[in-house]
């Protein structure tokens, strides 16, 4: 059996029980498989660690460093005890990498690099301190495969020691549901939900020239400039539970991200589609992969107000075209993108990383 430290950049729940208000990524369970590990084979003993510490010492790694040290130094002391320890993002690798680079450690080094080390700079310090420190990695999972470029051109000795393994959905906490509940505790409305990185201001321009008594919900994002626009309804984050609520109580949702080479925004357009909902998103890098066109996703070229009203003012009038892509895409979801295949793909990688077969 493989001891495993897996550092992930975000605070955890430590519970007794599974909780039914957070996702697997959010809680550690006494006694159970930590995430994705519970699809793996029983090989693996994983301890998570977190980021927490101290509120000022958190909000100073988080909005100033933004990477975490703290994280890294309290387990320094018993890295001997691992085979293997799991970086979930570069703000949660880079210490371990630049230790590595100068101490030796017997436990091999993976990352999940979830930003392109540093939101993929092609300059400056940062990106100098992440090259520097990634000789040190023994391989990288990447969830966008558009990234391999960006590694070609600036992190060439990483390509053969990176995996593209897309993410996957949890399919067991976003189920889908009854069509007939569309609007049925409220006025038909589409639903977008996020708050960085979304290209508002294309999505609100392109909704204000749709003549519709369909609203606009934003969710988690509250802008003064869009208050006075007809149709719009703004709402400061929910929970998982409400928002799940939400979701499936809409006509379709809209996901207006901005376009760069590094993931975000693939866990909320497959929750959305796992939940059975059509998705109007932006064909944007990080998407590029989650999704066929007019079959499970409808895309619009980013940053283009024409286009997105187009697609927008389609998902509003054909209720066909919407019941056709939110029927399909749970489907292609379970057969391509499913948590459970990620898994395996991610543990034949690992496997391959202990046993030397990734240089």
């Known amino acids: 059996m493989t001891k495993v430290l897996m550092l992930v950049n975000w605070k955890v729940r430590y519970c007794n029980e599974v909780p039914d208000d957070l996702q697997p990524p959010d809680y550690v369970c006494k006694g159970k498989p930590y995430w994705f590990f519970r699809y793996m084979s029983d090989d693996w003993d994983v301890e998570v660690v977190d980021v927490r510490s101290l509120p000022a010492i958190e909000s100073f790694e988080k909005e100033q460093l933004r990477f975490y040290i703290l994280q890294t130094l309290r387990v320094l002391p018993r890295l001997g005890q691992y085979g293997l320890v799991i970086s979930h993002g570069m703000q949660s690798g880079i210490v371990l990498a630049l230790w590595r680079r100068v101490f030796h450690t017997k436990a091999k080094h993976v990352v999940f690099d979830i930003g392109s080390f540093n939101s993929a700079a092609e300059s400056g310090k940062a990106l100098h301190m992440m090259q520097r420190a990634s000789h040190s990695i023994d391989g990288v999972i990447y969830h966008t495969s558009s990234q391999?470029?960006?590694?070609?051109?600036?992190?060439?000795?990483l390509v053969d020691r990176s995996r593209f393994i897309p993410f996957g959905t949890d399919l067991e906490?976003?189920?889908p549901t009854d069509q007939a509940i569309e609007g049925s505790t409220d006025s038909p409305y589409i639903i977008c939900v996020g708050s960085a990185k979304r290209d508002w201001d294309t999505l609100?321009?392109?909704?204000?020239?749709?003549?519709?008594?369909?609203r606009l919900k934003i969710v988690g994002h509250v802008d003064q400039r869009y208050v006075s626009v007809p149709g719009i309804e703004m709402v400061p984050c929910v929970s998982v539970q409400e928002y799940k609520k939400l979701v499936k109580g809409s006509?379709?949702?809209?996901?207006?991200?901005?376009?760069?080479?590094?993931s975000y925004g693939q866990m909320t357009l497959m929750q959305?589609?796992?939940?059975?909902?059509?998705?109007?998103?932006?064909?944007?890098p990080s998407l590029v992969d989650y999704g066929v066109d007019d079959e499970t996703v409808l895309f619009y070229d980013p940053k283009d107000v024409d286009d997105c009203r187009e697609k927008l003012k389609l998902a509003v009038d054909d209720?066909?075209?919407?019941?056709r892509i939110a029927t399909a895409a749970p489907l292609w979801l379970r057969e391509n993108r499913s948590e459970k295949k990620m898994a395996?793909?991610?543990?034949s990688f690992l496997c391959e990383v202990l046993e030397g077969n990734v240089q």
């Not at 609100?204 to 369909?214: L, Q, R, S």
């Open 148 to 157: 391999v470029e960006y590694y070609k051109d600036f992190f060439p000795w």
């Open 173 to 175: 906490f976003f189920v």
């Open 204 to 214: 609100v321009e392109a909704y204000a020239g749709i003549e519709t008594n369909v």
């Open 251 to 262: 006509l379709f949702c809209v996901l207006p991200l901005e376009s760069f080479n590094y």
């Open 272 to 284: 959305q589609m796992a939940m059975g909902k059509c998705v109007v998103a932006a064909h944007v």
């Open 319 to 323: 209720e066909r075209l919407r019941t």
């Open 344 to 347: 395996r793909d991610i543990e």
